[in-house]
């Protein structure tokens, strides 16, 4: 009974899977543009209600420039956007992009990313979650999941399975190792991948994201193992940026034999 339920609810998903991301990942895509360009928007205006905003004008001009001269290089439907790229006052060492065209950086970033390149690696790579529509495929596979569990705790109810309970704690925890946290590893690593290629043909020196992860990796970790963890550790970072550093300079290098480099100065 169980295995036709959860092949059944797998079944249920494959018919969705009906998208590809920009590396060739199957995905599942429930929402719209429309749905998520919308979440997108409140939850930016959410935090701008909740953070204060920087007011240093150059450090504020500083990140436009990095920001735009990246999104500049972006699909169609992206660079169509009109963006709106705001510096926060707080000491994450973070910046993020969401649908609907929003970016937010922090200051404590600009303490870790060191000139322009460093900085274009993590706003890159921001922007390449909302390229490759991870947003809303974390939505779709949640979901997903909750559709699974549903039908899972109602199967087990109709033929009265014992330990109902502890069985759906059980693979609840399952579907979060085995799906939700290995999706957001896919992401991260996807994002460094696309984030790479958009530094590049930018004209930001795409070695520069090593270094910008390694300075990361000095900070310290939770300890986390990376099987339990949502992002993949610095050094595996490093290791694969490392592997595509190659086709990114052959990027960067055409872009700086035919146009100028960005010139975003602090």
């Known amino acids: 009974m169980l295995k036709k339920l959860f092949v059944t609810s797998a079944c249920i998903l494959l018919m969705a899977a009906c998208a590809q991301s920009p590396t060739g990942r199957r995905q599942i895509m429930l929402f719209s543009d429309a ?3 919308k979440m997108g928007a409140q939850t930016f205006e959410a935090m701008k209600a909740e953070t204060p905003l ?13 920001a735009n001269s990246l999104l ?3 699909p169609d439907n992206l660079r169509a956007q009109s963006w709106e790229v705001v510096l926060f006052d707080a000491d994450q060492v973070n ?4 649908p609907g065209g929003k970016i937010g950086v922090y200051t404590g970033l600009l303490k870790v990313a060191q000139n322009q390149e460093q900085l274009a ?3 890159g790579h921001e922007i390449a979650h909302v390229i490759a529509g991870h947003s809303n495929e974390r939505l779709s596979s949640n979901q997903g999941i909750q559709t699974i569990l549903a039908l899972g705790d109602a199967g087990m109810k109709a033929y009265g399975v014992k330990y109902q309970q502890e069985l759906m704690t059980a693979f609840g925890l399952g579907a979060q190792l085995g799906v939700a946290l290995p999706f957001s590893r896919a992401h991260e690593t996807e994002s460094d991948i696309i984030g790479l290629e958009l530094m590049a043909k930018a004209g930001f020196e795409p070695r520069q994201a090593v270094n ?3 300075n990361m990796a000095a900070l310290g970790g939770s300890g ?25 300079m052959k990027l960067y290098n055409e872009r700086k034999a035919g146009s100028a480099l960005p010139q975003c100065k602090r």
């Open 35 to 37: 749905e998520l360009g």
């Open 54 to 66: 920087a007011k240093d004008v150059e450090l504020n001009r500083y990140v436009k420039c990095v």
């Open 72 to 74: 500049a290089v972006t």
């Open 95 to 98: 910046a993020f992009a969401l």
């Open 121 to 123: 690696a993590v706003v």
């Open 212 to 214: 910008l992860w390694q």
């Open 224 to 248: 986390t193992p990376e099987f339990m963890s949502t992002h993949p550790l610095p050094e595996t970072r490093i290791k694969e940026l490392r592997e595509k550093l190659p086709a990114a």
